[in-house]
């Protein structure tokens, strides 16, 4: 039986920078699904040291790095058929949709949770990508339209699928399930709202789809990860405080919003006070872009600011972003390590101040 969270828990978002064996090992059979017994073992091994490595780091509750595959947003193509590598620019050599979803392998996300549940001691997370965030990354009118005639056809398609998935890792005993949304929160931005004709219809969708999703699903905790797009070295995808869309986030069934707010454009915290009074956050306050180490001073100083509007015992702290939502995404895993310790750290030193 797990010891309960403590005051002010550390975690993780998700992913974690992938060394270049991870990346190698992730090249043999990773567009085929091919993957023999022996890489299996080899995956397996490597994912008992990214949970050691976040043990070691302090975190209370953590993730197997998604390791598995290049992407957070690949799994859907591994628990459904339909999609196809292609190249496009924005996004270089990435799957699209271009037949009609047909059961692949369910359950592939649960089989993962179970194992990350029986290597470690510690309270555990698992990610799934968002029915919006995959309309937008994994719809293509050229490949898809004779697959769903509609972007909104093709999420819409995704909610069953998700939510099954979704309760099989729930069945499995894990402590978070978290659904991964930015392309939501990237519409904080002007520029990217004027790029829809009706971008609130876009939020709208986005939040529905959610819901649909976890609707009635008790027996864990429910978060969604909102951010401005983590493009490594090169910084963020939108700016903007959570204001925009702020009337549509307090709309969704969950009990944890991980909110990032490391980043200068990330708006100032007093939007906290604007969310829904018995919502959890899970507050950024360590960046994921850039290599400077925030000191665990600093880190405890970006919580008490959000302690100006909220009670410690709605925060958890983790980073703004996964390190490597992304297979492109080149930060030394030793970086992610300092980073993480440095939080856990922090984390010690605010229920030293709280508790």
């Not at 590598?85 to 699209?96: E, G, K, L, N, P």
């Not at 939007?271 to 507050?283: E, F, H, N, S, V």
């Not at 000191?295 to 996964?322: F, H, M, W």
Request: net charge negative.
């Amino acid at each position: 039986m797990r010891e309960p969270l403590p005051l002010f828990p550390a975690t993780v978002i998700g992913s974690m920078p992938r060394p270049q064996y991870i990346k190698d090992l992730l090249k043999t059979g990773s567009r085929t699904g091919d993957h023999d017994d022996r890489w299996q073992t080899k995956m397996d091994n490597a994912i008992r040291y990214v949970i050691d490595l976040q043990e070691q780091a302090g975190i209370d509750l953590i993730s197997d790095g998604e390791w598995r595959r290049e992407s957070y947003v690949d799994v859907v193509s591994e628990i459904m058929s339909g999609f196809r590598w292609i190249t496009r620019d924005q996004f270089a050599y990435h799957q699209v949709i271009v037949e009609p979803m047909k059961p692949l392998r369910p359950g592939v996300v649960a089989e993962e949770a179970k194992f990350l549940k029986e290597n470690t001691d510690r309270h555990v997370k698992v990610c799934l990508p968002s029915p919006y965030l995959l309309g937008q990354r994994m719809w293509e009118p050229e490949h898809s339209k004779s697959a769903y005639a509609t972007r909104e056809h093709f999420c819409e398609a995704l909610v069953p699928v998700l939510r099954q998935e979704l309760l099989a890792i729930r069945d499995v005993g894990v402590d978070v399930i978290q659904l991964d949304e930015p392309h939501l929160c990237v519409l904080v931005d002007p520029e990217v709202r004027a790029k829809f004709a009706d971008p609130e219809t876009e939020m709208q969708r986005a939040v529905d789809w959610l819901n649909q999703i976890v609707e009635g699903i008790d027996g864990v905790q429910l978060s969604v990860h909102l951010c401005r797009r983590n493009w490594g070295r090169r910084g963020w995808g939108a700016v903007g405080g959570y204001e925009a869309i702020l009337a549509h986030i307090n709309r969704l069934k969950v009990k944890q919003l991980m909110l990032e707010f490391s980043i200068p454009v990330a708006g100032d915290m007093a939007i906290l006070t604007q969310l829904q009074p018995d919502i959890k956050i899970g507050l950024g306050c360590v960046d994921v872009r850039f290599p400077d180490i925030d000191t665990s001073e600093q880190i405890v100083e970006r919580v008490q600011t959000a302690l100006k509007y909220v009670a410690p015992d709605r925060i958890t702290l983790n980073p703004d972003c996964g390190f490597a939502p992304g297979k492109d995404h080149e930060v030394p895993l030793e970086e992610a390590y300092l980073k993480l310790k440095a939080e856990a750290d922090a984390a010690r030193k605010l229920r030293e101040l709280y508790s």
